[in-house]
């Protein structure tokens, strides 16, 4: 098991958050310690706001629930924007060091972290750096979340690119499925996926009525990620 477990996005609005609540769930059901972190949130006026996605986690995790989402977030800015210009908007700046050592100081306390990503791998962070430069490479699992419909294949094959350009090689693939995709594309999306990339896709994540109690069948592809 990993130390770190990074859950990226093809793109923003993918369902990076609903992954990061089944996998810390899927954990604790094995009698681990995981602890959630979304070390840059934008589009929230702070981490307990109803609409961040720390404050979403902490009402469906056991573990986590009555807690204050603050200590999974470094940074929270109100924007809904890339974090570099949300927090230019709000007059700060992100510190790369400071957002890795935050990283580093939760590992000690938890394992494994799950650590969810802002927006999509190419997201500006700062002048100089984007989301992808904010992943350690150091005992870290990359989970890459990505739509199970239209436009998934380029989307998803750009980022395998990204990521493996930055000497990150990608655990695995789970598609989100919120537009109930036909079978067949969703079959022809991970098939083509496959063979350009040399990744199978782990599997879908349909639609969850009730986060408390997600349908046990979409674990399978939490399984088939964390058993290689």
């Known amino acids: 098991m990993m130390d770190k477990i990074y859950v990226v996005g093809t793109d923003t609005g993918v369902g990076k958050t609903v992954l990061s609540l089944l996998l810390m769930r899927f954990f604790l059901a ?3 310690n995981p602890f959630y972190l979304k070390p840059l949130q934008t ?6 706001d109803p609409e961040s996605d720390a404050a979403f986690i902490y009402r469906h995790v056991p573990s986590l629930r009555g807690k204050d989402p603050a200590a999974s977030v470094l940074y929270c800015f109100p924007n809904p924007k890339a974090p570099f210009f949300a927090a230019r908007d709000a007059g ?3 510190d790369l060091t400071g957002l890795k050592t935050f990283v580093t100081e939760k590992s000690r306390l938890a394992s494994p972290l799950v650590v969810e990503a802002a927006g999509g791998l190419l997201a500006p962070v700062s002048r100089t750096a984007l989301m992808l430069d904010t992943i350690g490479n150091d005992s870290a699992r990359v989970v890459l979340a990505a739509r199970a419909g239209l436009g998934t294949i380029n989307h998803t094959l750009l980022s395998i690119e990204a990521l493996r350009a930055h000497n990150l090689q990608p655990a695995g693939i789970v598609f989100l499925d919120s537009a109930d995709t ?10 083509a ?5 040399g990744i199978k896709v782990a599997g879908v994540i349909g639609k969850i009525s009730d986060f408390d109690h997600p349908p046990e069948d979409y674990y399978r592809p939490l399984e088939f990620l964390l058993s290689k």
């Open 182 to 191: 036909e079978a067949e594309m969703i079959a022809e999306n991970m098939e």
């Open 30 to 32: 094995r009698g681990l």
């Open 92 to 94: 700060k700046e992100i």
């Open 193 to 197: 996926i496959k063979i350009y990339s």
């Open 43 to 48: 589009g929230c006026a702070a981490p307990d």
